[in-house]
């Protein structure tokens, strides 16, 4: 998850709006609680930067506070960073089926083309080729609901499979 995409969501959780300063001052913590990323208070500042000057949050001054909020496009910007393949890992038994997905995004679409890649490398897929990767959790599902919610049926292909017949392959899954 981008900082921006962290901010939007943090601001779009009910909250009126988040004190800049805080922020600033506190960026690990705030922006990712107990998660491992953490982005320098530098950096965190930029994205709001950006964020601003693309009217997805504005500010409010209030009793002398700069607060943050959400704005219309920011919600819609949200929603956008919400198409992107959500995934829940689980911690089930392997069924001795392997997932298969082969893709061949276009250029166009290629921010969707690079989420999907870096979502398969979070839930344990082996990257075959660039655009075939394999893995043994159980998320045919979830990659199906992504593919359709982002209309991109003519391009991404799931299988699911209990032999590989590619003993390399296998042994690199059980790793």
């Not at 953490?38 to 964020?51: D, F, G, H, N, W």
């Amino acid at each position: 998850m981008s900082i921006i995409e962290t901010i939007l969501k943090n601001l779009s959780d009910g909250q009126i709006g988040e004190s800049i300063a805080t922020y600033l001052k506190s960026p690990y913590k705030m922006l990712y609680g107990d998660l491992e990323k953490v982005y320098k208070a530098k950096s965190i500042e930029k994205a709001l930067i950006r964020a601003e000057k693309k009217n997805w949050l504005k500010r409010i001054v209030n009793q002398d506070e700069v607060y943050l909020a959400l704005t219309p496009l920011g919600k819609k910007q949200l929603d956008e960073y919400s198409k992107k393949l959500i995934l829940n890992k689980k911690n089930k038994p392997w069924d001795g089926k392997f997932r298969i997905v082969l893709f061949d995004i276009p250029e166009k679409n290629r921010p969707i083309r690079d989420e999907l890649r870096n979502r398969l490398k979070e839930f344990g897929f082996v990257g075959w080729q660039q655009s075939v990767w394999v893995t043994k959790q159980d998320v045919t599902k979830e990659f199906r609901e992504f593919i359709r919610r982002n209309k991109l049926q003519e391009y991404i292909l799931v299988i699911e499979t209990i032999d590989l017949a590619n003993p390399m392959l296998e042994r690199l899954l059980t790793k």
